[in-house]
């Protein structure tokens, strides 16, 4: 049986003990990533939009890191959009920044009503770089 790892970010394990959940697991080769969102230090969500989405990428590297892995290794994608429709365009401008090349990341974008005062969350499955 596989051991599964907790994976936390420096500096932002308070925040996960609050709300008791783990940034990402660790499984395997594989790195299960808990939805990121644009937090300020503080944990309150950056108003602007752009920024927020920036925000939320930033973290998500910050927790790959954590686990010797980087946005390339990011094999799958779910974002969830409080206003898909609205938000789109900037979305796709941040994400293609992100990811510039091929091959791309599996990506869902899924449309919702609720992200506890944030607009944008992304998590992701990432495949763990075999070490040398």
């Known amino acids: 049986m596989t051991k599964r790892e907790t994976i936390f970010p420096a500096g932002r394990q308070a925040l996960y003990d ?38 939320a990428f930033k973290n998500l590297e910050a927790v790959l890191k954590s686990a010797g892995a980087g946005l390339q290794d990011i094999v799958d994608v779910t974002t969830f959009h409080t206003d898909p429709q609205n938000q789109f365009e900037t979305i796709m401008a941040v994400k293609n920044a992100v990811f510039p090349e091929k091959p791309y990341p599996n990506w869902t974008a899924v449309g919702v009503n609720w992200l506890a005062g944030f607009d944008f969350e992304i998590k992701v499955i990432a495949r763990l770089p075999q070490e040398a």
């Open 18 to 55: 609050i709300n008791k959940y783990s940034a990402a697991i660790r499984s395997g080769d594989l790195l299960f990533v808990s939805g990121q969102v644009g937090s300020r230090d503080d944990g309150s969500p950056e108003p602007d939009f752009k920024a927020q989405v920036e925000l």
